[in-house]
Nanobody, 126 residues
Framework: QPQLVESGGGSVQPGESLRLSCVFSGFTGNNVAIGWFRQAPGKEREGVSCIDSTGHSTRYSNSVNGRFTISRDSARSTVYLQMNSLKPEDTATYYC???????????????????WGQGAQVTVST
């Protein structure tokens, strides 16, 4: 059974950094595209970033472009989201999601992902 587990969330001050990890398991084959989403209280879910199954293609939302970096370590079946220059508006629960495809999916296309993690809380405040 496919499974995704996020870790690395926490509470930081504005301008600081965090790195989220998403360990995925139980997938058949190597074609696993990953996306990161977030949802703040009272707000709709928002696509943050995504990466294809090879790690060669990445995409970012306008709100995080230039501050966040997505990467993957296929040997460890792990996708990372490095978050720098964090802002209070980045506060949310962050979810990673997986689709059994090779190519990169669009940022925010949540309906294309089949499997989801349980979420990791990120809080940015003074």
């Amino acid at each position: 059974q496919p499974q995704l587990v996020e870790s690395g969330g926490g509470s930081v001050q504005p301008g600081e950094s965090l790195r989220l990890s998403c360990v995925f398991s139980g997938f058949t084959g190597n074609n696993v595209a990953i996306g990161w989403f977030r949802q703040a209280p009272g707000k709709e879910r928002e696509g943050v970033s995504c990466i294809d199954s090879t790690g060669h293609s990445t995409r970012y939302s306008n709100s995080v472009n230039g501050r966040f970096t997505i990467s993957r370590d296929s040997a460890r079946s792990t996708v990372y989201l490095q978050m720098n220059s964090l802002k209070p508006e980045d506060t949310a629960t962050y979810y990673c999601a997986a689709a059994c495809v090779k190519e990169i999916l669009g940022v925010g296309e949540a309906h294309l992902y089949d499997y989801w993690g349980q979420g990791a809380q990120v809080t940015v405040s003074t």
